[in-house]
């Protein structure tokens, strides 16, 4: 059998007491991982995260700029509010399936290091390729 653990810094709040991701899989080899931050795991902790510079420190938000005609009353930007942290959570349960199927047909189950930066940027390679056809100025 399988299960899932989704966490986000279980480590440095039960580390100390001696509960931690790796000791949770050691005692449930069938675990499924799943680890959503901001950065990555190996990402320094002090590190701005907050989704707004996420999505702008991956360039996402400049797929989402529009013409502005009158900048006192019309912003020029229009940010994911909670629709990127959303697109991430489902990323997150799409992995799990997949580390489930893993898990279930016999392999090691995975820990899955899902960093929201990496999906924002990752959203952009389809506007990369039109960019560098030429498709798009």
Do not use: N
């Not at 950065?39 to 938000?61: I, N, V």
């Not at 005609?69 to 019309?74: K, M, T």
């Not at 229009?78 to 392999?107: F, I, K, R, Y």
Request: hydrophobic share 40%.
């Amino acid at each position: 059998t399988a299960g899932v653990l989704v966490e986000s810094g279980l480590d440095s709040a039960f580390g100390d007491q001696g509960i931690t991701t790796e000791s949770l899989r050691r005692r449930f080899p069938g675990l499924v991982v799943l680890s959503i931050s901001p950065l990555g795991l190996d990402a320094k902790a002090d590190a701005p995260d907050s989704d707004f510079l996420l999505q702008h420190r991956s360039g996402l938000t400049h797929s989402m700029t529009r013409p502005v005609s009158d900048p006192a009353s019309q912003p020029p930007l229009a940010a994911a509010d909670h629709e990127a942290p959303l697109a991430v959570g489902v990323c997150g349960a799409l992995s799990v399936v997949w580390g489930l199927l893993v898990a279930e047909t016999g392999g090691r189950a995975p820990r899955i290091d899902l960093a929201s930066q990496d999906f924002y940027t990752g959203l952009l390679l389809d506007e990369f390729q039109q960019w560098t056809s030429g498709e798009r100025d």
